[in-house]
């Protein structure tokens, strides 16, 4: 019988709040055992020492451990609206924007020396962006030097997949073969499905993936839906029963970590994403009977 797999809640679910340590608490009481926290400045002020200090506190003396960040994409409050300005971008040819991303990143990072965790997820470039090889330069300089940072603090970088022309499968891979940095992945459900699709993207990835973000869409948006829901509004259409076999490929190699919206449309959000984990492991792909001629 397999062992389960870990489960995991991302602060995304939240991250329109301050994250506080009563949210914390409250994923630990809905059975999470870890969480991954988003660095978005209106939900976790990364660069707060008190804001760190505190939440120190909590995570020592709880159960709850910190599984991974999620690097900051926006520097403004207001997800990137203020302008491409506040875009953290690894990947911007010019040298002092890109110092400058590199230096916002290192003080997410830094949270590491109060509040160990494992893995910083990391997106190449931004939403929509182009390939380019003077980009993947750009990145690769960013990395290697991010890479060497985050060692030093026990922590390993995780590149997603995202929807962009930098960050498929694919492109990805080219990447770690254009490079000496070897970096694993974490699996974005939802971006592959507004791609090539779940199981062609896992097929490239799947060796290289440690960590996963677990979430549901149309096929169109990213819409970070809870995986199997039903009802106006709120269905994906990501085959379930075949992404969890997919996932029970590979056992052990990653946790079972949500990255979910809150619609407001639940009174118990983490109590709902925790069932939901229990019924995504629930899932086996029908057995069929071989076609005989």
């Not at 592959?192 to 896992?202: C, I, N």
């Not at 799947?206 to 009802?231: C, F, Q, T, W, Y």
């Not at 085959?239 to 590979?250: A, C, G, K, P, Y």
């Amino acid at each position: 019988m397999p062992q389960p797999m870990q489960k995991v809640i991302s602060s995304h679910l939240a991250v329109g709040h301050r994250l506080t340590t009563s949210w914390l608490q409250k994923a630990e009481r809905a059975g999470f055992s870890a969480v991954e926290v988003f660095c978005a400045p209106q939900h976790f002020d990364y660069r707060n020492k008190t804001v760190i200090s505190d939440l120190g506190s909590w995570f020592r003396d709880s159960e709850l451990k910190l599984h991974s960040l999620h690097a900051p994409m926006y520097v403004d409050d207001i997800w990137g609206r203020s302008g491409p300005h506040t875009h953290v971008n690894i990947t911007e040819r010019k040298k002092p924007e890109r110092i400058q991303w590199v230096d916002e990143i290192k003080r997410a990072l830094d949270v590491a020396e109060t509040i160990p965790f494992r893995y910083l997820i990391q997106h190449l470039g931004v939403g929509e962006q182009e390939f380019s090889e003077h980009s993947l330069d750009a990145a690769f300089n960013s990395l290697e030097e991010l890479q060497i940072f985050a060692g030093q603090l026990g922590v390993e970088i995780l590149l997603e997949n995202t929807p962009n022309e930098l960050a498929t499968g694919a492109r990805l891979e080219l990447f770690n073969n254009m490079t000496h940095l070897g970096l694993n992945y974490c699996f974005d459900t939802g971006h592959a499905h507004l791609g090539a699709g779940v199981a062609h993207e896992f097929g490239i990835m799947g060796k290289r993936i440690r960590s996963l973000h677990v979430h549901d869409n149309d096929g169109k948006e990213d819409a970070h839906l809870l995986p199997l829901a039903s009802g106006d509004n709120v269905a994906g259409t990501i085959d379930w029963h075949e992404t969890m076999d997919l996932f029970r490929s590979r056992p052990g190699q990653f946790p079972l970590l949500l990255e979910l919206r809150d619609y407001e449309t639940s009174a118990n959000p983490l109590a709902e994403a925790q069932s939901t984990c229990d019924r995504l492991e629930e899932l086996r792909t029908p057995y069929k009977e071989p076609q005989h001629d």
